[in-house]
């Protein structure tokens, strides 16, 4: 598994503003440096607190080109541990961003030391207008959620799901959205069917983290993700 520490990993905050994952691009280090030990690593079923079904996990494997997977060992920020938990990301919605919990996939035996993807669950107080069109062609929307977009960088998936702050010193007051974010360039990933291959996995890992916050009936998403709209 690859270790590192809360303090190690990049505060990719500064690069997002909104959908700006999917506007333009972020360059850092963060991925890199990690030590892998020997290990035949997960299945997709597996990985991200098992949050994955199997149609998010057979679009992982398309995307890597391969069926075994590691994620971060360590700790963050909150001193909890980098492996995915569905609860943490709940509790830590409204905290700052290095304290949340991230889900960060790595190819099992890629020493490259760059993550395949990372995604992360944040509180939000509104979303993107659905009807707002997108600059560039290399954008695609799907009908998911109150607003779904998948580009060159990676995906957002915003849902309905009011939650209140956990913890007292939180960044985020109280809000009747979440939004799920997702770095993943399309140009690392592999297959015919990049932009649906990340927005199943992100919705999947969304419609966990609705149940895991209470809200499944009013995040509305569904199992099967639709066929992408003109953006």
């Known amino acids: 598994m690859r270790r590192i520490s809360g303090r190690g990993v990049c505060a990719r905050a500064l690069c997002f503003t909104a959908v700006a994952v999917l506007v333009g691009g972020c360059s850092d280090d963060s991925g890199k440096g990690h030590t892998s030990e020997p290990n035949t690593g997960v299945v997709a079923s597996k990985i991200c607190d098992g949050s994955l079904d199997s149609q998010a996990a057979t679009a992982l494997q398309r995307l890597s080109g391969t069926d075994r997977f590691d994620e971060l060992t360590g700790t963050n920020e909150a001193g909890e541990p980098n492996a995915f938990s569905l609860n943490r990301a709940v509790k830590h ?21 760059t993550p395949l993807l990372e995604i992360r669950f944040l509180a939000s107080s509104n979303h993107p207008s659905s009807s707002e069109k997108q600059p560039g ?11 779904a977009l998948a580009g060159p960088y990676g995906a957002d998936l915003f849902f ?31 297959g015919g ?12 890992m969304a419609r966990a983290v609705a149940e895991a916050a209470g809200c499944p009936s009013t995040a509305a998403l569904p199992k099967q993700v639709p066929e992408a709209k003109d953006s």
């Open 137 to 147: 062609s290399d954008r695609v929307r799907y009908p998911l959620g109150v607003y």
């Open 193 to 204: 069917s990049v932009n649906k291959d990340r927005m199943m996995i992100l919705n999947s």
């Open 93 to 113: 919605l409204h905290d700052e961003y290095l304290k949340r919990s991230a889900c960060w996939v790595y190819k099992s035996g890629d020493e490259s030391g």
């Open 160 to 190: 309905r799901c009011p939650t209140k702050p956990t913890t007292d010193d939180a960044a985020i007051g109280s809000t009747n959205y979440v939004k799920a974010e997702m770095t993943a360039p399309a140009d690392h990933m592999r």
